[in-house]
């Protein structure tokens, strides 16, 4: 990472925090934030808060590594999470998760070498009436037959494609 | 026959918005326990502790601070009726954490919303800028001087045990879920140290209602220690899927018929950590002093293989273990070893008692909720169902 990158990622850290309070109830939604944006917590990202906070970095990873919605590896730009549990399982998220298997070319608890799919489970996403269902991101699918696999996925390509151009123009400049 | 999931039907339509947060006002702080205790409203979250009697303490203790938590982290395999209140009927949970705060004197009331209900949020902080815009939220309210509250969303991410109420709080002070001993309890020691109420999305949606409909309304239905309506969630083999709403004291039969779930061979209730229940005692009750719920119903059809919904639950608890102590952490692992020898037909009948006896020790010896209720599947499904899972062929 660049130093002006970092400069940036802890002053960013250190505006939120002031922002909700600066106290250690502002840890979860900090780490949140960061999630979010950088599709991880670095190292160096729990560093910056934990300094923000004056805890002790162990804490802030203590924390990343509790929740399973925090990561400290990198993620892609879209994280899928199938749900696995009975009332899911028994309107076929089998054949769903075979079928994102293959359109993706990895396993799951993996992410594509274009960094544009992770591929996860999820327990109950409180979908039961509506199974097999998947998140991607914060977006909620229901009923997803491996047919639908395809259209869900492109979807998001064209999400992604757009993005990456962006970037690059953004370089240019 | 009810449709599943009609909005229209519920009773939670027929409530005039904002109506039971002027009558709190009017009656007073007594008047709102006193109608709660008339009502014997109970937890909705799946617990059943009297609300009454939560608010009572809460209201009782002396603090300059205090919260209202609302429990959105419905994480309950087979659970949904929360996240269909969030989506319908929102401003009326809204309304009942607003008297909640009026009741125990608190300023601040959080919802701690599940990670995987993010979808949810945009519309939940439009329907408080609407509330803060009519005066429902903010200083004075409904020109009371001295009653102030608001309520922000904070969000979890992604455990499971962080439904347990002091597992809650400590996500919400920025710390791992793992669950406190008790007492003392939140409406003691909560969120920062400070009386805190935490109640589920349902409770406080009821406690509305029944500050309009009255508490004698309330106790008339359901059974004398199971009072009043619940909502239910419906997925699994049946025609008809989805949320409902049933008086307390439903037979498991009744309820099969509404949702065309008729020959069924067990319901699980209660979601993982519920009971799995065998068509033989179908005509028990759905009531806190029978069959206990927070809702959950997951029916299944003759087709099923028992073992796979054992082992679906025992994976989700192994998983969800905050690992704080032994008898869940490992415990959970020994069930689901137990399992997989089943599964291979070669699980010996002295070690699947040695299985059933670690699973009574964990319901005894571990310190929260979730390793106490872990084993309940497994147990009810060995002790239901030995015939479908002893002796099984291996599947290559
Ligand atoms: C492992 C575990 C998970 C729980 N999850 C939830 C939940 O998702 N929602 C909820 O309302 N209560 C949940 N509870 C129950 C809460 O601890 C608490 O009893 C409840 O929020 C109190 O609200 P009530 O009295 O209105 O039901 C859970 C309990 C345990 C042990
Ligand atoms: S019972 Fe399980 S979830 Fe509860 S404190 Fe112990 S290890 Fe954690």
Redesign the pocket.
Known sequence: MLITERDQLRSEISQFVKKHGGDRSALIPALQYIQQKYTYISEFAMQAVADELDIHPVEVYGVVSFYSFLDCRPKGRFVIRLCRTISCEMQGKDRVARQLENDLGIKFGQTTPDGAFTLEYANCLGMCDQGPAMLVNDQIFSKVTPEKVHDILQGCRQVFGAHAMQRKEEHII | MKTPSDRNSMTFASITPNEGLKIAVEKGRMGVLGELSESGLK?????G?P?SV?WNLAAAAHDTKKYVVC?A????PGTFKDRFILAEFADLMFEGMTIGGFTIGAAEGIVYLRGEYTYLRGHLETVLEQRRKAKLLGKNILGKKGFNFDIRIQMGAGA??C???TALIESLEGQRGEPRNRPPFPVDTGFMGHPTI????E?FAWVASIIVKGGKWFKHIGTEKSTGLKLFSISGDVERPGVYEFPMGITVDQLLREVGGEGAKAVQIGGA?GHCVHQKDFSRKIAYEDIPT?GSVIVFGRQRDMLAVAKNFLEFFVEESCGQCTPCRIGNEKLLEGVELLEKGCCSMKYLRELCSLGETMQIASK???GQSSPNAFLSIVKHFQDEIMGRTAIE
Not at chain 2, 73 to 76: L, P, R, Y
Not at chain 2, 198 to 201: I, L, R, S
């Open positions: 937890g909705r979250g799946g617990a502790f609300t939560k429990n982290d419905e994480g309950e499971y045990v439904g347990e109420e935490v109640n589920n999305v409770t950590s927070g929260c909720g979730l």
